[in-house]
């Protein structure tokens, strides 16, 4: 390398530029900004551009990361898109989603200092700039193949196998059980954090390649797995997350009032309920509501209904804020936005009106014990601190399960104890053969990142068995 | 067909048409800025590839469905959602329906009636013209009861008042009863010492309809049910219909609102 001067102690890390505070609680616009150019290439330029990076191994689908930003580094933004690119399909959706700090950006040896290379945020400008300038991924397309594979469910998992094996010549249809792709891209992830423009954009450029996408199509209902083979698909891939709620199961919980989070935040984004009434479907607008759980749904939430006009917004978690597991900086964002934190203290039962809406909620002090099973240290009641709040809404995000709609209905998939598919964790294989699986509904809930790379393995292995050897396309079937 | 507020849709979908079993609903979503509305199908014919729907128009998205006109399109339908009914021959059924619960009731009826069990069918509405299916119940009824609140047609009176006649009468094996969510819990606390078993079809507010948002929660037994996946089928004896009550009045100020900007936006 030319400079050995340390670059790293000339500036700081380049934060981006946000809306502020007061002002984003009134809207659902994007909260942080984007670089603008300058921004870009003097972040860019404090990598190191080591020689094993160890930034790469964090991230699931092995971006070369010191490339890409080496490129931003020498303005040739539109070669850095297209090193994105050769490992994912969807960076202007990772830059702003991925946790990150505990992946690329927790193993940039910067990070040490305290100042790890926003790799994050350059991805997204990358991303960002491609989509403003019309800059169209032209990577060169494999032969025909003349094989069909099916895909059900259309959130990061389906996508990334979707465009993978389009590049390798094999036709893909997409079912997908609502009325819009996407997955939690879109009927989770609020659109202050992921503007759904850039999902559908997204798809879009999937369906110019080539992908068939079929909503509103429920596979185990609509069709079945074992009907999808008898269509002649050579293949099926199953990522159909982890959409099940979980509640809480103490008393008064079907109170009017008491939703889940993806109740919740489907109404809003899925349905637009925010803009109701220009939108048909309505959304609970509380007085002062109350989120329980404290991970990434729950802050959405919680932000949610701080734009949508409540007076005050508390996260009720059992534990401490060690051990939330929200990103940082979607605590920070909603701290900043006005979300009070009610830690250590945990629900006990949900009190109503005569009308059975919910009207407050007795709760119980925690303190932490030993550490359990996760490692985390186990909460532990304090006998007689209950306590009442008055609230008038709830949100209960306190995780979710495996939806048994599609697993009930296949005869010979093999689940594990908790209704998760069983695959092989390298290639994605189930115990159907002709049948793959990757993202949430075999991991549990995760990460976007995550789903996209089991996607991706998923994508190897059934390109392999598509073109092995001596194979015709019906012996794949059951 | 049906008269006033009551509307019938036939609507192309041949997949769900295929697939289709009595007690299987589909939600459907009229445009872009819609909302998500299950409707149970009425009848399905898997040879012309369409499937029917019968509702009665209360609020913004049902007016919306009645201004479809014939070639038009749902922008969205999904389905067959729901567990089919489970159809067997028991022996002496009654089917119970109030207003547009009929609809519902109809394809359950026709249905059991088809597994070889002798059926007695009441039905009822506020008036006369708001009987709907009449004819259609009659020819997969043995005997049909219509009842009327202000005696327009047949009794004058609730169909609790004929069921409970009925219950003295005869033995019955089971009963099917859907309608006004208060009409089910009658009717269930009527069979209930007589100890015939009872199905009811409830109808809470539901979203996606697989199981993804627990909207359409009901407590069944002390235990929850999401009523799109487990349901709407669900024995009455056990069903905490109070809550069910409770619960669908949840967007009752929304929905006023809603149908009101509607209204004001067609009247300019
Ligand atoms: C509110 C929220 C916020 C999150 N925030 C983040 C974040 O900031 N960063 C991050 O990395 N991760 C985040 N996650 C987690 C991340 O979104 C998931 O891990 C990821 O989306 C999983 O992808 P998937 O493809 O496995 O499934 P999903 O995205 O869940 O998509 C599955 C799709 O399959 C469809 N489907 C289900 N059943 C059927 C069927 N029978 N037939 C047809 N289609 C079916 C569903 O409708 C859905 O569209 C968040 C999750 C939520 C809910
Ligand atoms: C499984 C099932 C099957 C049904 N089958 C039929 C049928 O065959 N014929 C028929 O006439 N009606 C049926 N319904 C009821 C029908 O869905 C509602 O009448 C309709 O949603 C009202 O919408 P709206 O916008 O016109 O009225 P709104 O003004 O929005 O609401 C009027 C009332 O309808 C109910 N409702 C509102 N939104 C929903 C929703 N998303 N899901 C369920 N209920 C809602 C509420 O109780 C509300 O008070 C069924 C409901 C369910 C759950
Ligand atoms: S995809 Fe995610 S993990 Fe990989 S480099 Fe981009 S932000 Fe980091
Ligand atoms: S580890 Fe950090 S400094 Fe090194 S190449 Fe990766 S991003 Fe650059
Ligand atoms: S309608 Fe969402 S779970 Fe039943």
């Known amino acids: ?478 | 067909m049906a008269s006033g507020n009551v509307i019938l849709n036939e609507i192309e979908a041949p997949l769900i048409a295929k697939k289709a079993k009595p007690g299987q609903f589909v939600i459907l979503k009229a445009g872009e800025r819609g909302e998500r509305i299950p409707l149970t199908m009425a009848e399905a014919d898997p040879e012309r590839g369409t499937i029917t729907v019968i509702y009665k128009v209360v609020g913004k998205s049902t007016e919306l469905f009645k201004n479809l006109r014939e070639g038009d399109s749902y922008q969205d339908a999904v389905g067959p959602l729901g567990q089919p009914t489970h159809l067997e021959r028991v022996g002496n059924v009654t089917c119970v329906g109030g207003g547009t619960g009929v609809a519902v009731l109809y394809p359950i009826t026709r249905g059991l009636k088809g597994a070889g069990n002798r059926v007695i069918s009441i039905i009822g509405a506020r008036t006369a013209d708001r009987i709907i299916l009449e004819e259609e119940m009659k020819s997969v009824s043995d005997e049909l009861f219509v009842c009327t609140d202000d005696g327009s047609r047949g009794h004058h009176g609730f169909v609790t008042e004929i069921l409970k006649k009925v219950l003295e009468e005869e033995t019955l094996n089971l009963a099917v009863a859907v309608g006004p969510v208060l009409m089910m819990k009658l009717v269930s606390e009527m069979t209930r010492p007589y100890d015939v078993k009872t199905i009811v079809s409830l109808n809470p507010i539901m979203i996606d309809g697989t199981g993804m948002c627990g909207g359409c929660r009901v407590l069944v037994d002390g235990e929850n049910k999401f009523a799109c996946v487990d349901g709407p089928e669900f024995d009455g004896h056990k069903v905490d219909f109070d809550q069910l009550i409770q619960r669908l009045g949840a967007y009752e100020s929304e929905e006023r609102e809603s149908s009101m900007a509607h209204r004001c936006r067609l009247d300019r």
């Open chain 1, 1 to 478: 390398m030319a400079e050995k001067e340390d670059v790293t102690e000339k500036w700081a890390r380049i934060g981006m530029p946000e809306q502020e505070p007061d002002k984003r609680r009134e809207n659902f616009e994007e909260v942080p900004l984007g670089y603008t150019p300058e921004m870009a290439v003097k972040e860019a330029s404090r990598c190191l551009q080591c020689k094993s990076p160890s930034c790469v191994e964090g991230c699931p689908v092995e971006i070369d990361i010191p490339a890409f930003v080496q490129l931003i580094k020498e303005e040739k933004f539109d070669e850095a898109i297209k090193k994105i690119w050769e490992k994912n399909r969807l960076p202007a959706v990772c830059g702003r989603v991925c946790p990150q700090e505990t992946q690329c950006e927790g193993r940039c040896v910067l990070g040490k200092k305290g100042r790890p290379i926003a790799i994050g945020n350059l991805e997204r400008f990358a991303a960002d700039l491609a989509r403003r300038e019309g800059i169209e991924d032209v990577s060169p397309k494999a032969e025909p193949s003349g094989k069909r594979v099916a895909i059900v469910g259309s959130g990061p998992a389906g996508l990334t196998v979707a465009a993978d094996l389009l590049a390798r010549g094999h036709q893909v249809t997409i079912f997908e059980a609502l009325h819009k792709p996407g997955g939690v891209l879109v009927y989770g992830i609020p659109e202050f954090r992921l503007p759904k423009k850039i999902v559908a954009d997204e798809i879009e450029s999937l369906e110019k390649q080539g992908a068939e996408i079929m909503c509103n199509t429920v596979v185990g209902r609509t069709i079945t797995i074992d009907e999808l083979f008898d269509q002649g698909y050579d293949a099926i891939f199953v990522g159909v997350g982890a959409g099940l709620p979980r509640f809480m199961n103490i008393p008064g919980e079907n109170l009017v009032g008491i939703l889940s989070a993806n109740e919740y935040l489907t109404r809003a984004n899925l349905m637009k309920a925010y803009r109701f009434p220009e939108y048909d479907t309505p959304i609970p607008r509380g007085r002062n509501v109350v989120v329980i759980g404290a991970g990434n749904v729950a802050m959405d939430s919680a932000r949610t209904a701080v734009r949508l006009g409540a007076e005050t917004v508390r996260i009720v978690y059992r534990r401490s804020r060690e051990e939330m597991p929200a990103r940082a900086a979607e605590i920070h964002h909603a701290e900043e936005e006005g979300v009070e934190l009610l830690l250590l203290t945990s629900p006990i039962r949900f009190l109503g009106d005569e009308e059975g809406r919910v009207a407050g909620m007795e709760c119980i002090k925690m303190e932490l014990g030993e550490p359990d099973a996760s490692g985390r240290r186990r909460p532990i009641p304090i006998e007689g601190s209950e306590f009442e709040i008055v609230c008038d809404l709830v949100i209960i995000a306190i995780g979710t399960g495996a939806n048994p709609l599609l697993t009930r209905s296949t005869e010979g998939l093999e689940l594990n104890r908790w209704g998760y598919i069983e695959a092989d964790p390298e290639t994605g294989e189930t115990s159907i053969e002709g049948v793959w699986a990757g993202g949430d509904i075999v991991t549990g809930s995760a990460t976007v990142i995550e789903a996209m790379g089991a996607g991706r393995r998923a994508a190897r292995s059934i390109h392999e068995h598509l073109t092995r050897e001596g194979r015709s396309p019906e012996s794949c079937g059951v």
